[in-house]
């Protein structure tokens, strides 16, 4: 079983605010873990404010010369580093300057390489489905937001298959007990379309569940996925 696992942490805008408690505990254990020489890397964007977050959010100091760091100016040389250590069942965990890690920020070639390698991604707490499903899903560069579908059939089927249609990524939500019957529709509706599919269910949850797929995947494949929160994504075309 492959116990590698990439966690993303959304952190504060503001240098003066505090972590969350839970993504606080998070980092401690984290770094406990790493100074015991486990496989793990805690991974900032840039030296000086990494560094000063970490102080001010009261973490251990002793982690400061251990910290990894990713961002635009990376040679690929960390990030390489990183795939081999996620590939060996080690855990990285990737904050950035502020924000969410790999929505518009480092981030998203490694997440795509962990859904590439059947490799775990999770992030800790978000307070924004949409922007957590989209950092997630490495898709985030640019998005249209499709919100909910009409109720009324002739509307939802013209509304899914302008969805369908669009180049850029598409953010489609809907209620927990409709993702079998939108999944459905998409895959009626697409024709001779195949988009790829990521849908991200119950997320910050105990049972959170990511699931990169296409559509002519889902059309072969009876799946059941109950009543889920959820948001779906249909993948830009390439």
């Known amino acids: 079983m492959n116990r590698a696992k990439l966690v993303l942490i959304p952190t504060p805008l503001f240098d003066e605010h505090r972590l969350p408690m839970d993504t606080f505990e998070v980092l401690k254990e984290a770094s406990v873990k790493l100074l015991a020489e486990e496989k793990i890397a805690i991974v900032g964007e840039d030296l000086r404010p990494t560094r000063s977050r ?14 990894r760091f990713l961002n635009e100016n990376d040679s690929g040389d960390t ?11 080690g855990t990285v965990y990737l904050f950035s300057d502020g924000g969410m890690p790999s929505f518009c920020d480092p981030g998203t070639s490694l997440v795509q390489f962990c859904h590439d390698h059947n490799i775990k991604v999770t992030a800790t707490s978000c307070d924004n489905s ?36 669009k180049k850029e990524t598409v953010v489609i939500l809907d209620t927990p007990y409709r993702l079998n019957r939108l999944v459905q529709e998409l895959c009626t509706l697409s024709g001779g379309i195949n988009r790829s599919v990521f ?40």
């Open 54 to 67: 970490w102080i001010k959010w009261g973490l251990d100091r002793q982690i400061i010369p251990h910290l």
């Open 79 to 89: 990030e390489l580093e990183l795939q081999s250590l996620l590939k060996s069942g």
């Open 130 to 165: 949409v922007i957590l499903a989209l950092a997630l899903s490495a898709a985030s560069d640019r998005f249209y937001f499709a919100s909910f579908p009409p109720k009324k059939e002739e509307e939802r089927k013209a509304y899914l298959k302008e969805c369908l249609l």
């Open 199 to 238: 849908i991200a269910m119950d997320l910050n949850n105990p049972n959170e569940e990511l699931m990169n797929t296409d559509l002519a995947t889902l059309k072969k494949n009876s799946f059941d996925f109950g009543k889920r929160e959820f948001v779906l994504i249909l993948k830009a075309h390439r």
